[in-house]
């Protein structure tokens, strides 16, 4: 609860949303148990909240060696710590990402066969929308771990989107096989010679307006285009709203076209994506913007509730077993 550029006036506000959008909600609310209180909407259901107390909280700006080290009481630890025991079924943080990813992985250990996690999204686009990994939980993967992000990431559209062998492509600087990095054409092989339903290179403006339903890169690239993304939609809607305001004329104009104009915002509310799933561990962990309000706050604990409620890990964790399964049997072919 206490993560997040603006802490509790985001998450708190978050919590009232999600409750009041999920009757099966039921919220464990980690971190300082007064301000917390203070926070609350007062007409809040109780008997759908439990408050765990801690006397420490992760710096944004705080390196993820000192967050696991020195903060074993802050409110990322201990929510995690209850992830781990089971005694919830999600977690969701607004927090410091590099102490996310570093807490988690050293407190619920990563997936067999994962050697490390990968954040996944989905990306609003011309026609529906499409999920990303890595955006951001390593810079530097080889192609043996981009085959991994891929195994995950597609298990993860297959079980959240109901899409029974979903489209993958491998973002590169071009669609020729001769163009990218030793990685990327290393990785490009890998996922060739797999079972899974592999289109081949995709450039960047596949990633709003192609076809394909999962996008594999490195954390570095993925994390850039994420950030652009978003960077270009709020701008967008700055330029929008100042040429409609110029003058009456403009402003007369914009009375007419107020429908559309909402229907645009709705459609690509960068709101309405937030919370991102670290995929490869044993726990189900949604890493929610740190820059945001209440309603996206809220959207992160839909994206967790979602994932437990479909089992998320255990279909992953699944799947790996039988496609590593299959690619050792052809290599002994």
Request: charged fraction near 20%; charge should be negative.
């Amino acid at each position: 609860m206490m993560g997040g550029d603006r802490g509790l006036q985001v998450t708190a506000t978050g919590v009232v949303i999600a409750l009041k959008r999920h009757p099966d909600l039921h919220c464990v609310l980690v971190g300082d148990e007064k301000r917390i209180l203070a926070a609350l909407d007062p007409s809040v259901d109780s008997d759908r909240i439990e408050i765990v107390h801690t006397s420490e909280s992760v710096d944004m700006h705080e390196s993820p060696a000192s967050a696991l080290r020195f903060k074993k009481d802050s409110s990322m630890r201990v929510a995690l710590n209850l992830l781990g025991s089971g005694e919830v079924d999600a977690c969701v943080s607004a927090g410091n990402t590099g102490a996310l990813v570093a807490t988690a992985r050293f407190v619920l250990k990563t997936l067999s066969n994962i050697d490390r996690p990968a954040i996944i999204s989905t990306l609003p686009r011309t026609r529906g929308h499409l999920h990303m990994l890595d955006l951001g939980a390593n810079i530097d993967s080889p192609a043996e771990i981009l085959m991994q992000f891929a195994l995950m990431g597609e298990s993860m559209v297959r079980t959240i989107e109901g899409i029974e062998r979903p489209s993958v492509g491998l973002l590169n600087v071009g669609s020729e096989e001769i163009k990218g990095s030793e990685v990327v054409k290393s990785a490009n092989e890998l996922l060739k010679s797999s079972s899974l339903n592999y289109v081949g290179y995709v450039e960047g403006d596949d990633i709003f307006n192609g076809t394909v339903q999962l996008i594999v890169t490195d954390g570095f690239a993925g994390n850039v285009a994420l950030k652009t993304s978003e960077g270009l939609a709020q701008m967008l809607t700055q330029v929008i709203r100042e040429e409609f305001g110029r003058n009456l004329l403009t402003r007369l104009s914009a009375l007419i076209a107020a429908p559309v104009l909402k229907a645009f915002k709705n459609r690509f509310d960068h709101r309405t994506y937030n919370g991102a799933v670290l995929l490869g561990l044993n726990g189900t962990v949604v890493k929610s913007h740190g820059n945001v309000d209440g309603v996206a706050f809220s959207h992160a604990i839909d994206t967790a509730r979602l994932a437990a409620k479909k089992d998320l890990v255990g279909h992953i964790r699944h799947d790996l077993e039988v496609s590593l399964a299959a690619m050792t049997q052809a290599e002994v072919s």
